[in-house]
């Protein structure tokens, strides 16, 4: 079936970059997606990449795909306060009517 | 920038009475989708709807959710005898015709007493 997995939890330092990772099941996936939720507020699209490339930059968010290890990461550089928040993995699902399969989110902590 | 958004913020309920979580999705958009979390959980898709009907549906959408376009902006999700274990985050999305961005609004949170 179709599952995400993700870390429940990483804590950084200001300034340093922080990698989120995510592995999923279904190797049919065509888009996988980062989101970001902030306390009291809703899902976030940050950024998604199709299966058929290895890397997207956007800013400070490079989200690298292994799709032979079903791995997805998130990097955010010069990771600020005001990225703190949970960040949750999510696949396309394979029967094509737009579900997405989330994983169960991570939480960054970012110290001042 | 258009918005998904969800009225009511927070919904307080008494087991066994029915329920509507409201939506307004981004204007253009065609694909619509009802999701859930429950507290500490993962958020878990309940329906997607396209072209006036549902084109999926998970085990959670059981006989007692329905979804409504009733007026071609608002998009409705009912549950018709709520229980203790409705309550969570529910949250609306839409996506446009790529159907490959979806946009959340930020949520409804039901809390069934």
């Known amino acids: 079936g179709e599952d995400v997995e993700q870390s429940l939890f990483l804590s950084v330092r200001e300034g340093d970059s922080s990698v989120i990772n995510c592995t999923y099941t279904?190797?049919?996936?065509?888009?996988l997606y980062w989101y970001k939720q902030e306390p009291g507020a809703g899902l976030q699209l940050l950024t998604y990449i199709f299966s058929n490339m290895d890397m997207k930059q956007d800013q400070r968010l490079t989200v690298l795909l292994n799709k032979k290890d079903k791995h997805l990461s998130l990097r955010i550089a010069d990771t600020q306060t005001g990225d703190s928040a949970i960040y949750f993995c999510a696949e396309y699902g394979s029967s094509n009517t737009g579900k997405l399969i989330f994983g169960q989110g991570t939480t960054l902590q970012v110290k001042p | 920038e258009p918005e998904v958004t969800q009225t009511p913020s927070h919904q307080v309920t008494q087991m066994g009475q029915e329920v509507i979580l409201r939506c307004v999705p981004i204007s253009n958009h065609l694909y619509f989708y009802w999701y859930r979390q429950i507290l500490g959980q993962k958020v878990e898709f309940l329906v997607s709807?396209?072209?006036?009907?549902?084109?999926?549906k998970s085990e959670i959408f059981d006989d007692q959710f329905s979804v409504e376009r009733p007026d071609g902006s608002n998009f409705t999700l009912k549950i018709r005898s709520t229980k203790l274990e409705d309550s969570a985050m529910y949250f609306c999305?839409?996506?446009?015709?790529?159907?490959?961005?979806?946009?959340f609004g930020q949520g409804t949170r039901l809390t069934v007493v």
């Open positions: 709807f396209y072209n006036n009907e549902i084109s999926e």
């Open positions: 279904d190797s049919s996936s065509t888009y």
């Open positions: 999305a839409s996506s446009d015709e790529g159907n490959t961005e979806a946009f």
